[in-house]
């Protein structure tokens, strides 16, 4: 099996459009959320969301070409290029039949959908649709698009478990380059599902936080007031190489990835397993397959959504895990400053691990007022502050509606 390592980052968020920017808002506790200004949300129960802010895709792609992609492809697009130049990969000396892509999202292309079917209502007797409805939609061409505009000519798909999609990009992607299929894969996720129906959808199902008075506080994971998630987007890309081939051309390497789990709850359609066994399972699985003892993990970047039964569900599975360790362990959830990105949900996760990898740093989960006597407060969840501390193995989960449940384990690289 070849070693796999991290040496590009990229990252559009709401709390931050590149990874120096990202980096600041987790170490300061930023909260991306806002009132909606993509549509007039005045009638819906949720009036916020964590918008990516002041980003104008046409700074870095020409407009004839980005009106033929959705936002979430955009955000695809832009994040894979910042990482693409982190990494210094020269593509142009580089056997492309041994490059790839492995993208994810949740939904796709939401907003696409959205328009087509509003103006299909407009021209109702006349059916007129866009030409790129199809290619603009479907999840699997983003990993496409990327793949044209490197060349890259190795392994190319895109990925789908709701939120824990690019979490399995991650790790599938871990996985095709230790077994040789691959010298470098380009993967990730993004998501742009802030519209009308996103934020009708999650809401009929009660979802999301209806704090519409104090939308910055309104993702509260582990709180006692905790009442729902915040819906964000963005995009997070990562560059993989074997170690061999990231050596060979002198690459500065962040972290390396050590192992990657997959479980199903097996339990509900959304809900997650009370007793959280699957998300015990895949945890354990990732720490396994990494080959170092349970007691070895410092960090744990948790789903942690702020849902009532979620957050208290994965806690359970974290203590019955780690036993006495849990308690020598940092537990953060980023989404209380982002909030929750779906399908790229994992990836900016991930990178959060990363950059607390290599800055030293635990970022905290904010939000926090009142402890919630059904979860063990002895426990450190990094509250409201980000914390120092060296950290040499992080693990990230992400779990997803269907009870897909995803965990990947980086180190540090000495």
């Given at each position: 099996?070849?070693?796999?390592?991290?040496?590009?980052?990229?990252?559009?968020?709401?709390?931050?459009?590149?990874?120096?920017?990202?980096?600041?808002?987790?170490?300061?506790?930023?909260?991306?959320?806002?009132?909606?200004?993509?549509?007039?949300?005045?009638?819906?129960?949720?009036?916020?969301?964590?918008?990516?802010?002041?980003?104008?895709?046409?700074?870095?792609?020409?407009?004839?070409?980005?009106?033929?992609?959705?936002?979430?492809?955009?955000?695809?697009?832009?994040?894979?290029?910042?990482?693409?130049?982190?990494?210094?990969?020269?593509?142009?000396?580089?056997?492309?039949?041994?490059?790839?892509?492995?993208?994810?999202?949740?939904?796709?292309?939401?907003?696409?959908?959205?328009?087509?079917?509003?103006?299909?209502?407009?021209?109702?007797?006349?059916?007129?649709?866009?030409?790129?409805?199809?290619?603009?939609?479907?999840?699997?061409?983003?990993?496409?698009?990327?793949?044209?505009?490197?060349?890259?000519?190795?392994?190319?798909?895109?990925?789908?478990?709701?939120?824990?999609?690019?979490?399995?990009?991650?790790?599938?992607?871990?996985?095709?380059?230790?077994?040789?299929?691959?010298?470098?894969?380009?993967?990730?996720?993004?998501?742009?599902?802030?519209?009308?129906?996103?934020?009708?959808?999650?809401?009929?199902?009660?979802?999301?936080?209806?704090?519409?008075?104090?939308?910055?506080?309104?993702?509260?994971?582990?709180?006692?007031?905790?009442?729902?998630?915040?819906?964000?987007?963005?995009?997070?890309?990562?560059?993989?190489?074997?170690?061999?081939?990231?050596?060979?051309?002198?690459?500065?390497?962040?972290?390396?990835?050590?192992?990657?789990?997959?479980?199903?709850?097996?339990?509900?359609?959304?809900?997650?397993?009370?007793?959280?066994?699957?998300?015990?399972n895949v945890m354990k699985n990732a720490v396994n397959e990494s080959g170092i003892n349970l007691d070895e993990v410092d960090y744990v970047n948790v789903h942690g959504t702020s849902t009532p039964?979620?957050?208290?569900?994965?806690?359970?599975?974290?203590?019955?895990?780690?036993?006495?360790?849990?308690?020598?362990?940092?537990?953060?959830?980023?989404?209380?400053?982002?909030g929750h990105l779906l399908g790229a949900a994992g990836a900016i996760e991930a990178i959060a691990c990363i950059i607390g990898i290599t800055d030293n740093f635990i970022p905290p989960t904010i939000?926090?007022?009142?402890?919630?006597?059904?979860?063990?407060?002895?426990?450190?969840?990094?509250?409201?502050?980000?914390?120092?501390?060296?950290?040499?193995?992080?693990?990230?989960?992400?779990?997803?509606?269907?009870?897909?449940?995803?965990?990947?384990?980086?180190?540090?690289?000495?």
């Amino acid at each position: 099996m070849k070693r796999v390592v991290v040496t590009g980052l990229g990252a559009i968020t709401p709390i931050g459009n590149n990874i120096k920017a990202y980096t600041e808002g987790l170490k300061n506790g930023v909260s991306g959320a806002v009132p909606i200004t993509r549509f007039d949300a005045s009638k819906f129960k949720t009036q916020f969301a964590c918008e990516v802010k002041g980003f104008n895709v046409e700074e870095f792609i020409h407009r004839r070409e980005a009106r033929r992609m959705d936002p979430f492809s955009h955000l695809a697009m832009v994040s894979v290029a910042e990482a693409v130049e982190m990494s210094g990969l020269d593509f142009e000396n580089f056997n492309l039949d041994r490059g790839g892509v492995i993208w994810a999202s949740g939904i796709g292309g939401f907003d696409t959908l959205e328009t087509e079917i509003s103006q299909e209502a407009v021209n109702e007797g006349n059916p007129r649709y866009n030409p790129f409805l199809i290619p603009k939609l479907i999840i699997d061409i983003a990993s496409g698009l990327i793949s044209m505009k490197y060349g890259l000519r190795g392994v190319n798909y895109g990925v789908v478990s709701a939120c824990a999609s690019s979490t399995h990009a991650i790790s599938l992607a871990f996985d095709n380059i230790r077994l040789g299929r691959a010298e470098v894969i380009i993967t990730g996720g993004s998501e742009a599902a802030i519209c009308k129906t996103g934020i009708g959808g999650f809401g009929a199902m009660k979802a999301l936080s209806t704090r519409n008075d104090d939308p910055k506080t309104a993702s509260r994971p582990f709180d006692a007031d905790r009442e729902g998630f915040v819906l964000g987007e963005g995009g997070g890309a990562l560059i993989l190489e074997s170690y061999e081939h990231a050596k060979a051309r002198g690459a500065n390497i962040l972290a390396e990835v050590m192992g990657g789990g997959a479980t199903a709850d097996a339990h509900h359609m959304t809900a997650p397993h009370p007793e959280g066994i699957g998300a015990m399972n895949v945890m354990k699985n990732a720490v396994n397959e990494s080959g170092i003892n349970l007691d070895e993990v410092d960090y744990v970047n948790v789903h942690g959504t702020s849902t009532p039964l979620g957050d208290k569900a994965e806690v359970k599975a974290i203590q019955k895990l780690f036993g006495d360790h849990s308690y020598k362990l940092n537990i953060s959830s980023t989404k209380s400053m982002t909030g929750h990105l779906l399908g790229a949900a994992g990836a900016i996760e991930a990178i959060a691990c990363i950059i607390g990898i290599t800055d030293n740093f635990i970022p905290p989960t904010i939000n926090h007022f009142t402890d919630d006597p059904e979860i063990d407060n002895k426990l450190n969840f990094t509250f409201n502050e980000a914390q120092e501390r060296k950290i040499k193995y992080a693990l990230s989960n992400t779990f997803g509606f269907g009870g897909h449940n995803a965990s990947i384990l980086f180190r540090r690289f000495d």
